[in-house]
């Protein structure tokens, strides 16, 4: 017999953690948090869990994967509003915060469109620290197809990331950017732009 209450208490805290990394949003995270510990009595009822740890973390990146897609999908058609809890914060400035939201609401997005097993790699190994040799064991794969799954994420997001911000390219049109300001091209410098 699962003594549920334990596992809970002892790996709670880790699906709700990784849940959050991913979407960022409190009603979406309680939701997979259930789903997670839902699959995972399915789960312990087909056969005995020898490794918590590794099926709750496999669970949860798959039950966020699928809120996520599930997310964007639901935007395309309606525009969502922003989460309350994420609104408030007072240790960046409402620019900043605003910045990293659509940052982080676009890697969110790239994400979603990976193939499952390359969007797992990759949050294993950035979202969760782990090595190759740890996400081969937690992939069941070797550690060379962990670094090619890894690979293969990073450049789709890449390509992915780079064509959103061309989508956005628009409002910048006309500005040149470097390192130390942004200057309209083929004008002088001007004391009004700010330096970057």
Same mark, same amino acid.
């Given at each position: 017999?699962?003594?549920?209450?334990?596992?809970?208490?002892?790996?709670?805290?880790?699906?709700?953690?990784?849940?959050?990394?991913?979407?960022?949003?409190?009603?979406?995270?309680?939701?997979?948090?259930?789903?997670?510990?839902?699959?995972?009595?399915?789960?312990?009822?087909?056969?005995?869990?020898?490794?918590?740890?590794?099926?709750?973390?496999?669970?949860?990146?798959?039950?966020?994967?699928?809120?996520?897609?599930?997310?964007?999908?639901?935007?395309?058609?309606?525009?969502?509003?922003?989460?309350?809890?994420?609104?408030?914060? #007072?240790?960046? +400035?409402? %620019?900043?915060? /605003?910045?990293?939201?659509?940052? =982080?609401?676009?890697?969110?997005?790239? !994400?979603?469109?990976?193939?499952?097993?390359?969007?797992?790699?990759?949050?294993?190994?950035?979202? #969760?620290?782990? +090595?190759? %040799?740890?996400? /081969?064991?937690?992939?069941?794969? =070797?550690?060379?197809?962990?670094?090619? !799954?890894?690979?293969?994420?990073?450049?789709?997001?890449?390509?992915?990331?780079?064509?959103?911000?061309?989508?956005?390219?628009?409002?910048?049109?006309?500005?040149?950017?470097?390192? =130390?300001?942004?200057?309209?091209?083929?004008?002088?410098?001007?004391?009004?732009?700010?330096?970057?």
């Amino acid at each position: 017999m699962t003594d549920w209450e334990a596992i809970l208490a002892e790996h709670g805290r880790l699906v709700w953690q990784k849940a959050w990394r991913l979407l960022g949003n409190h009603a979406d995270t309680s939701d997979c948090f259930q789903d997670v510990f839902v699959s995972a009595m399915e789960c312990a009822k087909r056969q005995e869990v020898r490794n918590w740890p590794a099926l709750l973390r496999t669970l949860t990146n798959a039950r966020a994967l699928d809120r996520l897609r599930s997310r964007i999908r639901r935007r395309d058609h309606f525009d969502e509003p922003a989460d309350i809890g994420t609104l408030a914060s #007072e240790e960046r +400035s409402p %620019a900043q915060r /605003a910045e990293s939201n659509e940052l =982080t609401d676009h890697l969110r997005e790239a !994400l979603s469109q990976l193939p499952a097993q390359q969007s797992e790699a990759f949050c294993l190994r950035f979202f #969760e620290g782990m +090595s190759y %040799a740890e996400i /081969a064991v937690e992939l069941h794969i =070797t550690s060379n197809a962990a670094g090619v !799954l890894i690979h293969r994420a990073r450049g789709k997001l890449q390509s992915l990331l780079v064509n959103d911000a061309s989508s956005y390219d628009a409002r910048f049109r006309g500005l040149h950017f470097d390192s =130390t300001s942004v200057v309209p091209p083929h004008s002088e410098a001007r004391p009004d732009i700010i330096p970057l």
